[in-house]
């Protein structure tokens, strides 16, 4: 168990809806990533949040968004879905979000669209 | 922008067998070097990682040298078990940054009995 917490584990849902997951990070990890993991992709970097504030950009599209609270959990919002967002999506945690610091990486979320 | 190539898979051995599943980057400055494994239906573990030049990461039997002057950093394991059957994927994070992780592709070991 490496302490992060993803909900849903899947999530079905159609074409055009929104959806949002949900990631609680390991105890006193400042730092969440966000990752898709697709067939054709494979493990690409979304964004990463610091503390509350958004910290780096990776590929992620205009329809997704993401927050991190001051609870530090975060969410990650994808609208207008489409078929091609079939992925897994994972959340990893960090101490700070800096250096060489390990990521850990909770067991994902597996979106479906249909 | 960064990258990393690794070999396609699937890698299929026999318990016992030596393996090596090779991984080259392409990164501007000294990043540091992670091979995380992933089990079926569950998320990524860190296996073992290197963050300078020379540096041997090891971790559960499997080793691996980053190597600067031909940019690898191929992972190894002199005996496989079944256990080690998984998705390995080498990664690496560019220092200058803030610890966001670019991925190979990911390379399937199935080691039978």
């Known amino acids: 168990d490496s302490g992060v917490t993803q909900t849903p584990k899947h999530l079905i849902t159609a074409t055009g809806q929104r959806v949002t997951l949900r990631c609680s990070p390991r105890s006193g990890d400042l730092s969440v990533y966000w990752y898709q993991q697709s067939l054709d992709q494979g493990l690409q970097f979304l964004i990463q949040y610091y503390n509350g504030e958004e910290r780096a950009k990776g590929n992620i599209l205009e329809r997704f968004s993401a927050q991190q609270f001051p609870d530090l959990h975060s969410e990650l919002n994808l609208s207008s879905l489409e078929l091609g967002d079939s992925a897994l999506y994972f959340c990893?945690?960090?101490?700070?979000?800096?250096?060489?610091?390990?990521?850990?990486f909770g067991q994902g979320t597996r979106l479906t669209v249909v | 922008g960064n990258s990393v190539t690794q070999m396609e898979g699937p890698v299929t051995l026999s318990e016992e067998a030596f393996l090596t599943i090779n991984c080259t980057y392409t990164a501007t400055g000294y990043p540091s070097l992670f091979w995380y494994v992933q089990y079926p239906g569950e998320g990524l573990q860190l296996l073992l990682k290197?963050?300078?030049?020379?540096d041997k990461g090891s971790n559960k039997g499997f080793e691996a040298t980053y190597r600067k002057e031909t940019t690898s950093f191929h992972l190894e394991k002199g005996s496989v078990q079944v256990s080690d059957s998984a998705v390995y994927f080498c990664a690496l994070s560019d220092f200058s940054g803030y610890s966001t992780l670019t991925f190979g592709k990911g390379t399937m070991l199935l080691v039978s009995p």
């Open positions: 290197a963050t300078k030049a020379d």
């Open positions: 990893a945690s960090s101490a700070t979000g800096t250096g060489t610091n390990e990521a850990f």
